[in-house]
């Protein structure tokens, strides 16, 4: 059977389907561990660096301190603590300020401990002195 011109007319074409426009896009598990890893990552990196700085400060403070003149009022040294840096660095250079304070602290009573021992011994008269009131408590 041959279509004439006018049967074309009949001819339809079959209704379109309906496209979903709403594409369903997987959950990208994926960028969610990334974005872990890159904070955990930060975090190291800023641990590591401050491990680094505190070490550095400790490092500095010992250096510091060691320079420090410790003053003496009477013959006594006088401990003056740091209070201008950070506190990492100001407690390793009290630190260090304490044990030098100290050996100038024992090395400041043997002195006195020695000048009293020989003042004593080389003057007879006060060791005499001595005796005598020694001997007088025991009576």
């Keep these: 059977m041959v279509r004439r011109y006018k049967d074309l007319g009949r001819i339809t074409t079959a209704p379109a389907q309906r496209t979903n426009y709403n594409i369903n896009v997987p959950r990208n598990i994926g ?33 510091d301190s060691s320079k420090a003149q410790i003053q003496y009022i009477n013959g006594v040294p006088q401990f003056s603590p740091m209070e201008l840096g950070g506190t990492i660095y100001n407690k390793a250079y009290n630190d260090a300020a304490k044990l030098q304070y100290k050996n100038a602290l024992e090395n400041s009573i043997n002195k006195k401990i020695t000048e009293a021992k020989n003042e004593y011994f080389n003057n007879p008269e006060l060791r005499n002195n001595a005796d005598i009131k020694c001997e007088s408590r025991k009576h």
């Excluded at 990334?34 to 403070?61: C, H, M, P, W, Y």
């Design 31 to 63: 960028a969610e561990a990334r974005i872990n890893a890159i904070k955990q990552a930060g975090a190291e990196i800023s641990s590591t660096l401050f491990n680094i700085a505190k070490d550095k400060a400790v490092i500095q403070a010992e250096e």
